[in-house]
T-cell receptor, first 116, second 114 residues
Framework: AQSVTQLGSHVSVSEGALVLLRCNYS??????LFWYVQYPNQGLQLLLK????ATLVKGINGFEAEFKKSETSFHLTKPSAHMSDAAEYFC??????????????WGAGTKLIIKP | EAGVTQFPSHSVIEKGQTVTLRCDPI?????LYWYRRVMGKEIKFLLH????????ESGMPNNRFLAERTGGTYSTLKVQPAELEDSGVYFC????????????FGPGTRLTVL
């Protein structure tokens, strides 16, 4: 069964510092992995996704994530945090239920706090 | 192109009342999903439509929840009667037909049951 673990319900970094949000998954099949972000009072927005191919995936707003099969990880990083990055971030893995039938399995979310 | 829209954005009702949430997917998207996030917990899958057919409703918590998708366009999720534990944010998402990978989410409906 697929599952997702996000380490840390809250992560606090200073403006300009490196952002690292951790995500580990379990999957019995090659995973499709996603990071979504929810800004305050807004819906979920796709940041980036990994399906196949290049393991380093670049997303919007300067974020990137690296798929590491050996570590079953898909950590999200950004070299320099900006105040506007304050939001809640969700990692998810796609679960195949049947042919052409999928659902997303989610981590518990990590709130990113940016200190001025 | 319009994104996924949900109505209402907030709903506050009393225990025992009925509430209907609506989701309008991105035009042309055959797949429509409902998810729910209870306060402080992870987002959980509720059900999946392909066009007007329920493909997977394994996540529906109980028979107080009824989802429909009229003509394969918009979807409604009715909770009747609502209980306190139904409070949370209900998200709708849509994706293209077949094996469309990316699910596009609406802003969510925050439901509070008093």
């Amino acid at each position: 069964a697929q599952s997702v673990t996000q380490l840390g319900s809250h992560v606090s970094v200073s403006e300009g510092a490196l952002v690292l949000l951790r995500c580990n998954y379990s999957s019995s099949v090659p995973p499709y992995l996603f990071w979504y972000v929810q800004y305050p009072n807004q819906g979920l927005q796709l940041l980036l996704k990994y399906t196949t191919g290049a393991t380093l995936v670049k997303g919007i707003n300067g974020f990137e994530a690296e798929f590491k099969k050996s570590e079953t990880s898909f950590h999200l990083t950004k070299p320099s945090a900006h105040m506007s990055d304050a939001a809640e971030y969700f990692c998810a893995v796609r679960k195949r239920v049947m042919v052409s039938n999928y659902q997303l399995i989610w981590g518990a979310g990590t709130k990113l706090i940016i200190k001025p | 192109e319009a994104g996924v829209t949900q109505f209402p954005s907030h709903s506050v009702i009393e225990k025992g009342q009925t509430v209907t949430l609506r989701c309008d997917p991105i035009s042309g998207h055959d797949n429509l999903y409902w998810y729910r996030r209870v306060m402080g917990k992870e987002i959980k899958f509720l059900l999946h439509f392909v066009k007007e057919s329920k493909q997977d409703e394994s996540g529906m918590p109980n028979n107080r929840f009824l989802a429909e998708r009229t003509g394969g366009t918009y979807s409604t999720l009715k909770v009747q009667p609502a209980e306190l534990e139904d409070s949370g944010v209900y998200f709708c998402a849509s994706s293209q037909g077949g094996v469309g990978v990316t699910q596009y989410f609406g802003p969510g409906t925050r439901l509070t049951v008093l």
